[in-house]
């Protein structure tokens, strides 16, 4: 069997895996095998050992799938690299993606049912996880009225669950320090276009007196607001986008059901429009796509259309998926998915504000700890 190439992925990366690794993040493994190693359709499984140095003791970790391997198959690396089961993939144990470095190599492959496979190729891959801090993030439904109706809206718990859940696989961080609550709006329905700046006016005041009270101040707040299915949509907004790391920069925007939006077909709409404004208030601004729709803020936004890759496809995305919210396990190609700081469809985080964002929780965390007592 020959291993044409081994990628260690988290959220975006590049086949060289030169996209930064967080430490105590979610991390997958994948190893592609050359069909031209069989001459009939085989089904293989495999296993990586993992090691603190080249010459340190092992964990031993088996494939989570079943790859199989057709010689007629004429997908390239590009091609494998954007379908998620054309490679034998493996989940790293947490104790493997501590700050520093390892030695992944591949120990064996098997055919289903027979033998291991001799191996030539590429059989070993270093790779060095940096540690970050955490996300913190204290998320404030508003609960408002609508005068039409006199009926209330208030974000139900899954809006809350879809958010938390994107920021803690798409966002550059080890977990999620959460928390949330439910208060009264200081507005009522019908909305205009100053009701989310009203929602960013009550959550820094409640961000203000939380803080004075012993809050960490590295904790970023944010505003969720029903949309009563649409017939409520406040559009979301940043309170500014910082030059400088300001954590006391609040955000709120709107939750629902995903019914299409943005190619969101999911319970909630929360999660990526809720990374999006966050993503301001960590100094991002927009790519400018699409054309016509969205300025064009980020002049150093590397890639065309706002998309994941150019179209050399040297950058796929990876959801590693939630099982408790049935989100499994996928890759994302780079030109048919766009960045969160844009306003396409289909959005997930490309290297750039990944790297942006991951930079900028370093400088807050650094900032704004809380002093030693």
């Known amino acids: ?27 997958l493994v ?11 359709v085989a089904r293989l499984r495999g296993e990586i050992a993992v090691r603190a140095s ?19 198959d004429t997908a390239t690396l590009p091609d494998k690299r954007e379908a998620i089961e054309k490679s034998l993939n493996f989940r790293l144990p947490e104790n493997m993606t501590r700050a520093g470095d390892i030695v992944i190599e591949v120990n064996r492959v098997t055919q289903a049912g027979g033998a291991d496979q001799p191996l030539t190729g590429t059989r070993r891959k270093p790779a060095t996880f940096v540690a970050a801090p955490p996300l913190r993030i204290h ?18 718990a899954i809006h809350f669950t879809y958010l938390r859940s994107f920021l803690e696989r ?3 961080v080890p977990s999620v320090i959460w928390s949330h609550i439910v208060v009264d709006a200081d507005f009522t329905a019908p909305f205009n276009v100053d009701t989310v700046v009203q929602a960013n006016m009550q959550v820094a005041a409640i961000r203000s007196a ?16 029903d949309d009563a299915n649409r017939a409520n949509f406040m559009r979301g907004r940043a309170m500014g986008i910082p030059a400088t790391p300001q954590p006391d920069t609040v955000a709120s925007g709107p939750c629902g059901a995903g019914n299409g939006f943005a190619g969101d077909t999911d319970a909630s709409y ?3 429009y809720g990374a999006h404004e966050l993503g301001h208030t960590f100094g991002r601004f927009h790519p400018g796509f699409p054309v016509g729709d969205q300025d064009a803020s980020d002049p150093q936004f590397p890639f065309a259309n706002g998309q994941l890759s150019n179209a050399d496809r040297r950058f796929v995305g990876y959801d590693l998926g939630d099982g408790a ?5 996928k890759a994302l190609a780079g030109p048919g998915h766009h960045d969160v700081m844009t306003y396409a469809d289909r959005q997930w985080l490309c290297s750039h504000t990944f790297e942006a964002i991951r930079t900028r929780l370093r400088a807050e965390d650094e900032q704004f700890a809380p002093a030693m007592v």
């Open 210 to 225: 939380d803080v004075s009270a012993g809050v960490d101040p590295r904790t970023h707040y944010f505003g969720l607001v």
């Open 270 to 272: 929360a999660d990526w």
């Open 1 to 27: 069997m020959e291993i044409e190439a081994i990628e260690v992925c988290q959220v975006i990366q590049d086949v060289e895996s030169q996209v930064t690794l967080v430490a105590g993040k979610a991390t």
């Open 139 to 156: 998320c404030i439904g508003l609960r408002y009225r609508d005068t039409r109706t006199n009926t209330t809206h208030s974000p139900d």
């Open 170 to 172: 798409a966002y550059p």
């Open 30 to 40: 994948r190893v592609y095998i050359k069909q031209s190693s069989v001459t009939a």
């Open 54 to 72: 080249e010459t340190g003791p092992a964990t031993f970790v088996p494939a989570l799938n079943e790859l199989n391997l057709d010689p007629a």
């Open 325 to 329: 919210l049935g989100i499994p396990l």
